[in-house]
T-cell receptor
Framework: DVKVTQSSRYLVKRTGEKVFLECVQDMDHENMFWYRQDPGLGLRLIYFSYDVKMKEKGDIPEGYSVSREKKERFSLILESASTNQTSMYLC?????????????FGPGTRLTVT | AQSVTQLDSHVSVSEGTPVLLRCNYSSSYSPSLFWYVQHPNKGLQLLLKYTSAATLVKGINGFEAEFKKSETSFHLTKPSAHMSDAAEYFCVVRIQAAGNKLTFGGGTRVLVKP
């Protein structure tokens, strides 16, 4: 079974703090993704990576950055957290790009910025 | 650009009755289509996927979906709802020509009454 784990289930941070969200997958997948999930909006792609040290902006990258130093680990960084970044963050991984490949999701990190 | 519309944000059914979750997509290209389910405090799990083979797709837990190109729809159905089906469901489209990124619908929350 593919396993995608995220470092925290719940996180509370203050405005202006630097926040790190970690994601690890154990299936040697090339592709990894970060989404945020908000009610009524579904999931929106923040960043994705198709290889170590490679990254691509998704649909809503503003205010975020990412790091992928090892194949199994993909980190999302909030340089200076703001209240509008309060959300559920989901990490996913998938095999090399192919038509119909599914993504495997972690359990999510619910981040609250106060 | 592709988009996905889930026509109902909430659906309430009685246990043992049919479930219908409606999804329409827009795309200039042939899509892959997915349905994911998210149970409370859990990550997303793939229910089923359409990748240009049979238009009627069977998934896990008794769910199925039919791809109708003429109607640009991919509705999800189950003949008899179970209490464990209470969850949020996401319709998702992937377009190979658009870099294989996933676009999510806004989600449908299903309530199952005893």
């Amino acid at each position: 079974d593919v396993k995608v784990t995220q470092s925290s289930r719940y996180l509370v941070k203050r405005t202006g703090e630097k926040v790190f969200l970690e994601c690890v997958q154990d299936m040697d997948h090339e592709n990894m993704f970060w989404y945020r999930q908000d009610p009524g909006l579904g999931l929106r792609l923040i960043y994705f990576s198709y290889d170590v040290k490679m990254k691509e902006k998704g649909d809503i990258p503003e205010g975020y950055s990412v790091s992928r130093e090892k194949k199994e680990r993909f980190s999302l960084i909030l340089e200076s957290a703001s209240t509008n970044q309060t959300s559920m963050y989901l990490c996913a991984s998938s095999p090399p790009v192919g038509f119909g490949n599914e993504q495997y999701f972690g359990p999510g990190t619910r981040l609250t910025v106060t | 650009a592709q988009s996905v519309t889930q026509l109902d944000s909430h659906v309430s059914v009685s246990e043992g009755t049919p479930v219908l979750l409606r999804c329409n997509y827009s795309s200039s290209y042939s899509p892959s289509l997915f349905w994911y389910v998210q149970h409370p405090n859990k990550g997303l799990q793939l229910l089923l996927k359409y990748t240009s083979a049979a238009t009627l797709v069977k998934g896990i837990n008794g769910f199925e979906a039919e791809f109708k190109k003429s109607e640009t729809s991919f509705h999800l159905t189950k003949p008899s709802a179970h209490m464990s089906d209470a969850a949020e469901y996401f319709c998702v489209v992937r377009i190979q020509a658009a870099g294989n990124k996933l676009t999510f619908g806004g989600g449908t929350r299903v309530l199952v009454k005893p």
